[in-house]
Each structure stands twice: as C-alpha cells, then as structure tokens.
C-alpha cells in the first residue's frame, strides 16, 4: 500500500477523476482518500476498477449521506473517500462506463452546485481584500502590506477557480438544453 | 399537488414508473429498464437514487417492505399510475404525428 499527497483544486475534480481512472488502467487502484488531499493505493489488475468523484448534495455522516451511500453499495458502487460535500466512488469495470447521472441536467446541477461554493468562497476573499486594503489606507499599508499580499495572492487565485469553473457549467448548461 | 402534471416526463422518470407496476428494488429497476430498452438505457444510479426520492415525495411510488430488509423496495401508487396513462397518451401522440411526416 502507498500514501501519497495530492492537492486539486475544486474546478479539477473532473481531471483528478480522470487520474484516478488512469491509475487503476495501470494497475494502482484507489482505496481510501482522506481529507481532501491524502490518497492510499494498493496494486490492482490493471483497469480492474473504475472511479467516480461527485459533488453530494449532503456533509458526511448524515442519515442523508448514509442513506445515498447504501443505495449505492446496493448497485455495487463503493464510497472510498469522503471529504466535506466530496465523495470518492468506485466500482468494478464491467466494460460499461461508470455514470452515476444520466441526463446533461443532472451533471449541469451538480457542477452548479461546486460553483455556488466557490461564488460564496470568491465574495468571502474580495470583502476580506477589501476590509485588509482599508485598513491599509487608515492605518499605513507597511504594517499590513504582508497580509494584504497574501489575501492578493489567495483573492486572485480562487477569482481564476470560480472563473474557469463557470467556463465548464456554461458548457454543460448549452448541452442541457438540447439533450436529456 | 401529487397529481400536478403538465410537462414530459424524462426518459428514465418514465421507464422507472413503468417498472414498479411490479414492486422492485433499485437495482431490480435498473436490470429491468436494461432489459426493456435491449440495453439502451442502463439507469445511473446517482439519477436513480434522485428520481426515486423525488417520486417518492410527490406520492407516485411509495416504499414498501422486501424480501430483503436491506433493500427498499418501491411500487407505484394510484397517482403515480395515472401519470403514467397521461404520460403513455401524450408519447403516442408524439409517435402517431412523426409517422404521419415521415414514412418508417
């Protein structure tokens, strides 16, 4: 078994569900993953398994995610991370693709839904810019100036999160409105 | 408003109606619409899970004892049976309209 240490951010889950796809492809099969950020893997035949990361609708431990985990688990899909709204599923690779939605709407919802997170998340960060540069102005920026670099820094950083996440929902929302 | 129906229903909305004329439980729905549509339509368990409870909520299935404690099992009720009529009605329509433009 290895542990490892990985950050994505949040507009990156699609990719990091790829990367997990492709390691059980070479034979390193996800197990558990634990706070967001620490994966343990274990050698699998290669393509043995497949993956999922959904955005839930409920926090871990609730009657509601325990509820949706065992209606999983009845279908064969096992939850093997939790982390927050983050959920890590697999399944055995039957030949089929792995979908837990069949419509563009409900992928279109969920996406929607991680997007609402980082819009609250963005107007958190430019009130806190603000409230810093203020204080800048009425106090001297010296004393401040290594707080407000970093809010900066953190600020425009979650601004291109939020930004390309909406790239990716506006896509979604297009192909909702054509198909199921 | 159980009975409040004025939009299609989605595909697999209808085909999950149509399987719990039987009672049934997810995955029993899932291998039934598998076999209906010749393997056309495999249900998502995520977009199952949701349809389910939001029937369940507007009262056209209810949940029902198994054989099997640990699995739900679902079947439709009256209302949920008349949405399906509706729903079967206004699909033949459809059909009836598009054979009437084009030969098939």
């Known amino acids: 078994m290895t542990r490892e240490i990985h950050f994505w951010t949040i507009d990156k889950y699609k990719q990091e569900e790829q990367w997990l796809n492709d390691l059980a492809a070479q034979g390193k099969a996800l197990i558990k993953q634990d706070f967001g950020v620490r994966y343990r893997f274990e050698p699998c035949e290669k393509g043995e398994w497949q993956y999922k990361i959904l955005f839930t609708d409920n926090l871990p431990n609730t009657v509601e995610a325990q509820d949706f985990e065992s209606f999983l688990a009845e279908n064969g899909i096992e939850q093997v991370g939790r982390f927050h709204r983050w959920a890590y599923f697999r399944k055995k690779n039957d030949g089929t693709p792995f979908e837990l939605y069949n419509t563009k709407k409900d992928e279109y919802n969920e996406m929607s839904k991680v997007l609402n997170m980082a819009t609250v998340l963005r107007t958190l960060m430019i009130f806190d810019w603000v409230l810093m540069f203020a204080l800048g102005v009425f106090e001297g920026f010296v004393g401040h100036l290594p707080v407000i670099l970093l809010v900066t820094v953190v600020t425009v950083f979650i601004y291109n999160v939020h930004k390309n996440l909406k790239g990716q929902v506006e896509l979604l929302k297009r192909d909702a409105d054509l198909f199921e | ?104």
């Open chain 2, 1 to 104: 408003m159980p009975n409040n129906y004025d939009a299609p229903l989605t595909e697999a909305v209808y085909y999950i109606l149509l399987s719990l004329t039987k009672q049934m439980h997810g995955y029993g729905i899932i291998q039934n619409v598998k076999t209906l549509t010749n393997g056309r339509l495999v249900l998502a368990a995520g977009t199952l899970y949701g349809a389910i409870n939001n029937l369940l909520a507007k009262g056209w299935i209810s949940a029902v004892d198994g054989d099997d404690s640990r699995k739900k099992e679902y079947i439709l009720t009256d209302s949920g049976k008349e949405i399906l009529v509706k729903e079967i009605t206004r699909l033949t329509e459809l059909a009836d309209n598009g054979k009437k433009y084009i030969d098939m």
